[in-house]
């Protein structure tokens, strides 16, 4: 089955600056790559997705990279606010599989 | 639109003793899953559905049953409560294909 690796587990950044979390996974039918951010007491909310035919995506001040030769994906975050501290998880899934394997979470804390 | 709804929110079991932990999405999703988040172990899939009448295992099921008798409902029941599935449980719901999936927000079990 899937694996998905996720690092780091924790990671914490000044106001203002980026923050950079990888994923590795391990089928090389997974093609669907999303983001999730969760706040305390919340479930898990998506963020970012990437397909396989893509090799980056970028939302305002979040952007998705995509390797599949290497198998690995990163989530980046360019000028850090207090409010992006949360733990983010990523995950990888196959055309209609009705499941998703995520990663162990990252734990962001942005210091004003 | 609700969106996907888990009841209860918190629940406390004495070890040995039998639940239904409910999730219902108005959203018409195909697949439905199950997950519990323990800390630093991410979320870990329990059981997942494709569709009304099927259902499969996932990575952690020993304890728990489940069923989908309809597109919208996808109860997981806990046979015989035991302090190692204390944890927070997440329903999520997706439609088929490369899509998110929805979270719940969360139900924390508690087994003394």
């Known amino acids: 089955g899937e694996n998905v690796e996720q690092h780091p587990s924790t990671l914490s950044v000044q106001e203002g600056d980026s923050a950079v979390i990888k994923c590795t996974y391990s089928?090389?039918?997974?093609?669907?790559f999303p983001w999730y951010k969760q706040e305390l007491g919340k479930g898990p909310q998506l963020i970012i997705d990437?397909?396989?035919?893509?090799g980056e995506k970028k939302d305002q001040r979040i952007a998705v990279t995509l390797n599949k030769t290497a198998k690995h994906f990163s989530l980046h975050i360019t000028e850090t606010q207090p409010e992006d501290s949360a733990v983010y998880f990523c995950?990888?899934?196959?055309?209609?599989?009705?499941?998703?394997?995520f990663g162990d979470g990252t734990t962001l804390t942005v210091k004003p | 639109n609700a969106g996907v709804t888990q009841t209860p929110k918190f629940q406390v079991l004495k070890t040995g003793q039998s639940m239904t932990l409910q999730c219902a999405q108005d959203?018409?999703?195909?697949?439905m899953s199950w997950y519990r988040q323990d800390p630093g172990m991410g979320l870990r899939l329990i059981h997942y559905s494709v569709g009304a009448g099927i259902t499969d295992q996932g990575e952690v099921p020993n304890g728990y049953n489940v069923s989908r008798s309809t597109t919208e409902d996808f109860p997981l029941r806990l046979l015989s409560a035991a302090p190692s599935q204390t944890s927070v449980y997440f329903c999520?719901?997706?439609?088929?294909?490369?899509?998110?999936?929805?979270f719940g927000q969360g139900t924390r079990l508690t087994v003394v």
């Open positions: 995950a990888a899934r196959a055309t209609n599989a009705g499941k998703s394997t």
């Open positions: 089928d090389s039918a997974s093609n669907y």
């Open positions: 990437i397909r396989s035919n893509v």
């Open positions: 999520a719901s997706s439609y088929r294909g490369l899509t998110e999936a929805f």
């Open positions: 959203m018409n999703h195909e697949y």
